[in-house]
T-cell receptor, first 116, second 113 residues
Framework: NAGVTQTPKFQVLKTGQSMTLQCAQDMNHEYMSWYRQDPGMGLRLIHY???????DQGEVPNGYNVSRSTTEDFPLRLLSAAPSQTSVYFC???????????????FGPGTRLTVL | AQSVAQPEDQVNVAEGNPLTVKCTYS??????LFWYVQYPNRGLQFLLK??????LVKGSYGFEAEFNKSQTSFHLKKPSALVSDSALYFC???????????FGKGTRLSVIA
């Protein structure tokens, strides 16, 4: 198993550009989520999904869109990048069904995004 | 709403000494508590979790954590620190249902040789 993979590892954007951060998992996990990590702020939830076709907003969803067309993939879209979106982005996945919210979340290696 | 507090931004400890990284939580209902570690330029790695049962939970790399319901705490401990334990540690909580994992702000552990 590759686990949770993220691409790209690094990205530099100009203000106003758009891009998609890719996330994939091969563990057949229902639950997937996106976090951003900023110094002194810990990890903040952007969006999450409890299964294909279902997404919901987290703590800091503004400026980001997601979709979940398959169990394996959960891309994060920045429609018009802003310097405030400079951050490290992590994707995570876990089982979630039949009350298995106790299951461990597994994290990808992260994408370091800089918006100029 | 659920929340996690890690009151110390930085913890320094000498190699060989015991270490404690503190975590307190707030959640309605029974909490499910987790500790993760992040090494430089890496993703988060799972250390241990408390779901139910014994209040002392043992995890990876010799770490353990004690769940204290009356104090709403879940402190991470290790009897003898190693320099290689130096990293950023995150406490997280969720409760039963469709709730995402909520993280604390992290505590940077520095083990000095």
């Amino acid at each position: 198993n590759a686990g949770v993979t993220q691409t790209p590892k690094f990205q530099v954007l100009k203000t106003g550009q758009s891009m998609t951060l890719q996330c994939a998992q091969d563990m057949n996990h229902e639950y997937m989520s996106w976090y951003r990590q900023d110094p002194g702020m810990g990890l903040r939830l952007i969006h999450y999904s409890v299964g294909a076709g279902i997404t919901d907003q987290g703590e800091v969803p503004n400026g980001y869109n997601v979709s979940r067309s398959t169990t394996e993939d959960f891309p994060l879209r920045l429609l018009s990048a802003a310097p405030s979106q400079t951050s490290v982005y992590f994707c995570a996945s876990s089982y979630r069904g039949g009350g298995r919210t106790t299951d461990t979340q597994y994290f990808g290696p992260g994408t370091r995004l800089t918006v100029l | 709403a659920q929340s996690v507090a890690q009151p110390e931004d930085q913890v320094n400890v000498a190699e060989g000494n015991p270490l404690t990284v503190k975590c307190t939580y707030s959640v309605s209902g029974n909490p499910y508590l987790f500790w993760y570690v992040q090494y430089p330029n890496r993703g988060l790695q799972f250390l241990l979790k408390y779901i139910t049962g014994d209040n002392l939970v043992k995890g990876s790399y010799g770490f353990e954590a004690e769940f204290n319901k009356s104090q709403t705490s879940f402190h991470l401990k290790k009897p003898s620190a190693l320099v290689s334990d130096s990293a950023l540690y995150f406490c997280a909580v969720r409760h039963y249902g469709n709730t995402p994992l909520v993280f604390g702000k992290g505590t940077r552990l520095s083990v000095i040789a």
